[in-house]
Nanobody, 121 residues
């Protein structure tokens, strides 16, 4: 069973930066597609960024392109999300996700518990 644990959320002023991390355990995820989703209050969960299963391709939501960068370290089974130039509309609970096929084309199999990111104006 795969377990995902996020860390790094918090409160930051608009224009600031945060780095989220996701530690995976239970299985080596080097060939898994991994990504990040977020859910703001009263809104549906939405895609933020992802790696393909091979790690060769990344994809980003238009709203975060140029500001967020996803990375992964297969040696220690972790992925990260560097978030720069944060805006109040980035406020949400951020979730790490993993899937043996794709976190983009289908609902991911594994989810973390989420970490709160709050951006003040």
């Amino acid at each position: 069973q795969v377990q995902l644990v996020e860390s790094g959320g918090g409160l930051v002023q608009a224009g600031g930066s945060l780095r989220l991390s996701c530690a995976a355990s239970g299985r080596t995820l080097s060939r898994y597609s991994m990504g990040w989703f977020r859910q703001a209050p009263g809104k549906a969960r939405e895609f933020v960024a992802a790696f393909s299963g091979t790690g060769a391709r990344t994809s980003y939501a238009d709203s975060v392109k140029g500001r967020f960068t996803i990375s992964r370290d297969n040696a220690v089974n972790t992925e990260s999300l560097q978030m720069n130039s944060l805006k109040p509309e980035d406020t949400a609970v951020y979730y790490c996700a993993a899937d043996p096929i794709s976190v983009v084309s289908r609902t991911p199999t594994y989810w973390g518990q989420g970490t709160q990111v709050t951006v003040s104006s």
